[in-house]
């Protein structure tokens, strides 16, 4: 699953024309849900106003494309989160994610669950998912525990994207869910270690750039040709360190997401910044190098 | 200087109406300034539109209770800042705090300037504080190295609240900033030592609870009274750790402040918790044995 | 590859007269090469007298069964690992595998690659690999990086040990090693995956314990059958988790060998504790369930 | 207290002939007691052997010069630290210092205790104490609570060099200890501000290079004058900051103490490797600038 970017024109507006040819791209390449107000989608950067015409836009695009989508609703201060949440059940999304408080940060497993649990009541009748990034949100909680507290004490607790190289943990967190619970693994450069561990789901900003490939590789493990899943997320991660030696995570991503597809994602919003040119040509002639591009 | 508490009711809507009296309480105890919006006010966890109201209050009052009114802004996304910083300018607060970006975070000097840049930016006529409290915002950037290129390249950068317990970094940041710039401790703990390193304002809960025992500390090594700073300064980290047993901070100060003033400021924003009346009591019997109540 | 124990009395004196039964275990479970005096093995714990016994032992019981002897030699003051790598190479060891100084640590690649020169140094004739357990050592240094300086720089620099869950650098560090080089990993929970990405070697204690299970998973990897790897990495999960719950890793893999093999590798050496009998009980139980011991 | 130097030749062989003449120098600054082995010691770089000869020319040359002799002995496989500290009390030491466990961490109070029980049993005639300094060891125990439970259970404990700039747990440090306790404080930067809070003792390289310094430091705060404290204080400050920027603390205080001195205490131990000449330059123009040296 794509988290999709939010685009944005050169003054910092959200250019809200591109996201119907955004998600034709998408359905087109065969995506069948988006992630909406990820990392990747810089939400954390947004006013609630502009989250919540965001949502619409996607919500709209989404009866013509058939897409679910997901939407992330933490990374505000509280209020404007539950105010997210149950805007997002009230027009229609389908799911949502949810990071955790990011100033007030829980310290253990059950003042994350109480946290995760207020949003979940702001939309009870969505399943809700947890955001775990510890890189980001500096939130180290043990995720196999939280899991199991979570969903003895939240009705629609729904699993969990597990944005983490920890795989040994991730495996514990696939171990702890229940059957009517989905993990999403958030690392691009795992994708088919983590599918042989049974975790077959994915959201990461590959599913914008390299459907195809992200997808050709959960074949390969799925139809047991190591050798082939091997090779192909070896491109997929040179691919990605392509971008990654040239800057933060959002701003690099952006420039491969106009490189390779074309459509106009724009500069990131602030305060972060676009990398520049002769990056994006480095960028460019890397991808091109691995006969990723043409 | 006190970071002033957001009354709230047990329903968690805030209690504009306790505002009055609490400035009055702080001009008579002595108090010439307050800061809105702080950790100890938690803005973190409320909405643009409620923290603005909050900021309405405190404007308000200050007509009445001559109090300089600070203002800190950060702890949302970045649209939210800046809507923030403009909106004190326009209403009259007469100074500016930030955090840093909380989710996409500085990862060096610059990029920490960057952010203070652009809140500086958002509110020119404003003298502009940078919030450095690491424990919370795990971003931990060189201070004297930020405030010096701060300085450089903004022109009302006006200086910091240094909430640390590193005195060196601390003296080093004092060395580091002109004479029209203001170095606040944040380290209740702390008052009397960082006052003989010349660092002699402070931004702490303490000066709510206590704005008597904080003041006597600054005077007594003002006047070179090494072993009343030091008793003084006892007693109150005494005070404070018969609170920090219970919990974290904002619930526990919440509770010490009703307790010491009768001043009902409430439960705390959620996520946070109250304390148990268990709790409140043993704190209330510390601090009668400490003679700092009767 | 095993790392083994060193088997102690119950006063902690060294109890040699155990180890040629043990490498003669090892050798009859189709072990080819052993690591003595790595973590499992505790010589961070004792005197460069004591390992040198321990390496003579060693060395001698290889000349039967054929085993490889890699020692690691670091985890003491360099002085004393300069001797032991002096030493390794005198009588024989095969192969040296060295920790970073843990006092004064390097602080970049450079520093690192200096470290691991002096040691090499010290052993001109043997191949020498580094030990990458940032968990313990607190040593964190980029080792895409330091494998491709240390590379560069010293001649008999033949490899890494890497224990860390993050498959993702795993993968770099493999792409960044020469031909006659090796990476062992050092995670025990994903054999599976690393072997998909093409790490297949390993040294853990595992293959001390349970060295059957482990050849099977690589062997299920090798031959394209991710079902059968997954099921057998988690079989093998679940039996070191069953352990990991009832304290630190040498005490517990102690009583676990103990369980397994019958094989009297006796308490850790100080200052850790062995585990108690209660604990002892839980694991041979779980161990049972998971019918891994009869 | 100042932590001696170990005289190195250039070719890292230990210099003893240095020895009695740096014991003089210091005695005649006024100074009653030293630290052996400390960080500034580099005896975590020695063998075991070496660093009893060390001791040994200490001991030896406390006899002519009165001077106090506490060594450090842990940082070393335990067997070591075992045999150094029983060495210590037969030989004539007066009292020991020592690290924490550096491979096999402390996670707990209670672990951090009973190591050091284990090594004040092996010399039970000495007075133990303990040496914090987390940014070194990565051992990072609450020392409140470890010198209440250390205090309980073992009866040769006492006191702690307490090397951390967080002056709000070095006072709680100072209120848990008993009257036939000590602290040391560890941080040059940091003695005036210390002393208010009435922590009046130090181990510090400042005491080798800036012994009338140091003590004037101590005495300002002691005669209540805290405009003179400071003053002092910032001088010494900045005279550390003149090293510091050099590179690592060993080196740049070797380089440091010739300049002050002209002690020829050579280079640092090996992996440590001596400042350049120009770093030499510079620090000396900045001392005499600050009018430390003429």
């Known amino acids: 699953m794509p988290p999709v970017f939010t685009p944005l024109n050169d003054d910092h507006t959200i250019n809200y024309s591109v996201i119907p040819e955004y998600a034709k791209y998408l359905a087109n390449a065969g995506i069948k849900s988006v992630l909406v107000g990820g990392t990747t989608g810089e939400h954390m950067s947004l006013s609630v106003g502009d989250r919540k015409k965001v949502i619409d836009a996607w919500v709209k695009v989404a009866k013509t494309t058939d897409l679910h989508i997901q ?5 505000a201060p509280l209020s404007d989160v539950l105010d997210l949440a149950s805007y997002c059940q009230k027009v229609g999304a389908d799911s949502l994610l949810t990071l955790p408080e990011l100033y007030f940060k829980p310290d253990s497993v059950d003042t994350l669950v109480d946290y995760v649990e207020l949003v979940a009541n702001a939309a009870p009748n969505l399943p809700v998912l947890y955001y775990h990034i510890p890189s980001m949100s500096k ?53 088919a270690p983590a599918a042989l561990l049974g975790i077959k789901s994915s959201i990461g900003t590959t599913w914008n750039l390299f459907p195809r490939l992200a997808q050709d590789i959960l074949d390969a493990v799925e139809r047991n040709d190591v050798a082939k899943a091997r090779s192909l997320q070896e491109t997929l991660s040179l691919a990605i360190e392509a971008h990654t030696v040239e800057g933060p995570w959002v701003p690099i991503m952006k420039a491969g997401m106009e490189i390779v597809s074309g459509i106009k994602v724009g500069p990131p919003s602030l305060p972060q910044k676009p990398i520049t040119d002769e990056a994006r040509k480095r960028i460019e002639s890397k991808l091109r190098k691995l006969q990723i591009i043409d």
Chains 1, 2, 3, 4 share one sequence.
């Open 139 to 191: 939130v180290e909680i043990n995720m196999p525990a939280f899991v199991t507290k979570a969903t003895n004490r939240i009705p629609n607790f729904k699993g969990i994207k597990f944005t983490s190289n920890d795989l040994s943990e991730g495996a514990q967190v696939l171990r702890a869910l229940k059957n009517d619970q989905e993990m999403f693994l958030g690392a691009d450069t795992l994708i």
């Open 71 to 75: 939407v992330q609703v933490g990374g």
